[in-house]
């Protein structure tokens, strides 16, 4: 079965400084995709960044960017700039594509990282 | 209202009672979603529809019943539950839940309290 780990249960960081949230996963599965999920406080989980696994490029998005390392299984997420409206809990969350690209739309999370961002 | 909506937002009930969580997306997916968030513990995926018809179970007692009439609305049937089911629970919807790996948009989720 695959599974998602975040070692780090909380992380901070001081305003206008850049942060690294961890994540591993375990997977037998070759084709794959990796996301971040951002949920603020009382507030709808949102997607923040998303790499696929046949990619070697590491996928950005304005402050946020990826380190993935597939052969290490691992798939950290970096926050330049901080800002206090990052302050959130952080999910890795993973999905396998099946036999013909099938992934059933099942996503596998971790245990998230609460991160608080200091003025 | 735009995105994906849910129902009460936050919910209260004996072990004896029977309520229903509502879920709505106005997105045009096909693909709906309910999730379990417990204090210090992953998500856990629920069920998944795709199309209307149910294509993951992962094996949630039977207290708990989808229904999903049509793919812009998915309920959850509440019935005898138990105090450990107390949780935050998400829906989330998808263009689809088969192909591919579609990015999925959660919704605020209803906080259920069982006592």
């Known amino acids: 079965a695959q599974t998602v780990t975040q070692s780090q249960p909380e992380m901070s960081v001081q305003e206008a400084e850049t942060v690294t949230l961890s994540c591993t996963y375990d997977t037998s599965e070759s084709d794959y995709y990796l996301f971040w999920y951002k949920q603020p406080p009382s507030r709808q989980m949102i997607l923040v960044i998303r790499?696929?696994?046949?990619?070697?490029q590491n996928a950005t998005e304005n402050r946020f960017s990826v380190n993935f390392q597939k052969a290490a299984k691992s798939f950290s997420l970096k926050i330049s700039d901080s800002q206090l409206g990052d302050a959130a809990m952080y999910f890795c969350?993973?999905?396998?594509?099946?036999?013909?690209?099938?992934?059933?739309?099942?996503?596998?999370f971790g245990q998230g990282t609460i991160l608080t961002v200091h003025p | 209202e735009t995105g994906v909506t849910q129902t009460p937002r936050h919910l209260v009930m004996g072990m004896t009672n029977k309520k229903s969580l509502k879920c709505e997306q106005h997105?045009?997916?096909?693909?709906m979603y309910w999730y379990k968030q417990s204090a210090k513990k992953p998500l856990e995926l629920m069920f998944v529809y795709n199309f209307k018809e149910q294509t993951e179970n992962n094996s949630v007692p039977s207290r708990f019943s989808p229904e999903c009439p049509n793919s812009s609305h998915l309920f959850l049937h509440l019935h005898t539950l138990q105090p450990e089911d107390s949780a935050l629970y998400l829906c989330?919807?998808?263009?689809?839940?088969?192909?591919?790996?579609?990015?999925?948009?959660f919704g605020p989720g209803t906080r259920l309290t069982v006592l």
């Open positions: 790499q696929e696994a046949y990619k070697q």
């Open positions: 989330a919807s998808s263009p689809h839940a088969a192909v591919g790996a579609d990015t999925q948009y």
């Open positions: 997105l045009g997916h096909n693909a």
């Open positions: 969350a993973y999905m396998a594509l099946g036999a013909g690209g099938t992934s059933y739309g099942k996503l596998t």
